[in-house]
């Protein structure tokens, strides 16, 4: 079954730019896929279209089966509580908030009772190896532990989808090896991750999938039977 499907995909910026020229792809549910390429060649845009936080001009994006395309701004805020998680290269965290209450936000965002949003938020945090810091705020973290709470918070709503932009960008090598393991591990467990990254280790040891993008167009699709992912 598709988690998300692309198809004939376009993206004009103004001034008549093309960021995106036409893809088409489908990423199956469990499945780990990388997107790959040069600095500016449309990774980051289209991991924005399939995430409802851009608009494409032409064509259609389905996430778990929902339409993104063509939808209120309210909708897809909608669509992403049901189903998207997000993580950023730079974190995006709320500093004058505990690390369990950043966490909780979405899920009481999307109507859970604090109580229930809370503990959901520790088991994340245990799970992702920092419920020590629950109490702790953001700005005491090392960068590899600001990147796991990112990714607990993109988690909090159980998405079928987690879209990660250079969730190893802003770390070190080591601090970077960790975090794929973790991503591994989610995989492993069934989550569907789509992944840009500047990294080629990371798509090489981790992805079974790998699509690189020049040029807003798909230059290959690589299916990695041999990678640990």
Request: charged content about 25%; some cysteine; glycine content about 12%.
């Amino acid at each position: 079954m598709a988690n998300v499907t692309l198809r004939n995909v376009r993206k004009t910026y103004a001034g008549g730019f093309e960021a995106i020229k036409g893809i088409e792809f489908e990423v199956g549910d469990g499945q780990f896929c990388v997107l790959v390429g040069p600095s500016g060649c449309g990774k980051s845009t289209l991991l924005n279209l399939v995430a409802g936080l851009d608009t494409a001009d032409e064509g259609e994006i389905e996430v778990a089966g929902e339409l993104v395309t063509g939808r209120s701004e309210d909708d897809l805020a909608r669509m992403r509580r049901r189903h998207v998680g997000l993580v950023f290269q730079f974190f995006n965290l709320l500093e004058g908030m505990t690390v369990l209450e950043n966490v909780a936000l979405p899920a009481v965002i999307a109507g859970r009772k604090r109580k229930m949003a809370e503990t959901r938020a520790r088991d994340l945090l245990d799970l992702l190896g920092i419920g020590d810091k629950a109490a702790a705020v953001p700005g005491v973290l090392s960068g590899g532990q600001r990147q796991r709470l990112a990714i607990a918070r993109a988690l909090a709503n159980e998405p079928t989808l987690l879209l990660a932009d250079e969730p190893t960008g802003a770390l070190d090598t080591a601090t970077g090896e960790a975090i794929g393991e973790l991503l591994l591990d989610l995989n492993s467990s069934g989550q569907t991750l789509i992944v840009v990254t500047h990294n080629p280790d990371l798509a090489a040891r981790y992805a079974r999938r790998v699509i690189e993008i020049v040029d807003g167009q798909i230059a290959s699709d690589a299916h990695l039977t041999g990678a640990r992912g």
